[in-house]
């Protein structure tokens, strides 16, 4: 079974709205982390957001925000007031296990989601 | 602010060659890993190491070897290059023990294997 799942290969909003990608998790571990990182067209890798599993608060980055939904395993990002500079690749990884175990040292990513800003 | 060093931005190599693929990261990281990255699969783990010359396999190690010889370098080994390595490969690095502290990563390599 899939890890992380995104299930929107491709999504197109438009300027200043906002959006969200969606993510959904698989994991029987307690202690575990979220992260979203964006990828654009260059090719690096960017840090967005991170959410702990123990967190009570949904993270929020500017004009980054998780919807966290435990119970649901869901994690979605949600960007307001996009800009043309947000169109590009969007990975959601999660982290899992305590930090004592080797495991919890790896990233397992989703395939990620094209976000196109539309002017 | 961290940096994570590829090599190479771009690499065309032809099938049977030994390739390295070489990263260096200047923050002092534990961890380093290597990734590869193809369409509709997201980043997939090829190996990861958690301390000098100690390096641990991801999910897909195969046609793979890793060094890291220096805590700030790790290097991929491709030891006889296959049309089907042709991928961007992605490196990253991060601390052990601040588990809500990213992974950095480098800017990637393009690798062609004719």
């Known amino acids: 079974a899939q890890k992380i799942t995104q299930t929107q290969p491709g999504m197109f909003v438009q300027e200043k709205e906002a959006v969200t990608l969606d993510c959904t998790y698989d994991?029987?571990?307690?202690?575990?982390?979220l992260f979203w990182y964006k990828q654009p067209s260059s090719g690096e890798m960017i840090f967005l957001i991170y959410?702990?599993?123990?967190?009570?608060q949904n993270a929020t980055e500017g004009r980054y925000s998780l919807n966290f939904q435990k119970a649901r395993k869901s994690a979605n990002l949600v960007i307001s007031a996009s800009q043309l500079g947000d169109s590009a690749m969007y990975f959601c990884a999660m982290r899992e296990g305590p930090l004592s175990s080797g495991s919890a040292r790896q990233l397992t990513f989703g395939s990620g989601t094209q976000l196109t800003v539309l002017p | 602010d961290v940096k994570v060093t590829q090599s190479s931005r771009y690499l065309v190599k032809r099938t049977g060659e030994k390739v390295f693929l070489e990263c260096v990261q200047d923050?002092?990281?534990?961890?380093m890993f290597w990734y590869r990255q193809d369409p509709g699969l997201g980043l997939r783990l090829i190996y990861f190491s958690y301390d000098v010359k100690m390096k641990e396999k991801g999910d897909i190690p195969e046609g793979y070897s890793v060094s890291r010889e220096k805590k700030e370098r790790f290097s991929l080994i491709l030891e006889s290059a296959s049309t089907n390595q042709t991928s961007m490969y992605l490196c990253?690095?991060?601390?052990?023990?601040?588990?809500?502290?990213?992974?950095?990563f480098g800017d990637g390599t393009r690798l062609s294997i004719l």
């Open positions: 990253a690095s991060s601390f052990s023990d601040r588990s809500q502290q990213p992974q950095h």
């Open positions: 923050m002092d990281h534990e961890n």
């Open positions: 994991t029987s571990d307690q202690s575990y982390g």
């Open positions: 959410q702990g599993s123990y967190d009570e």
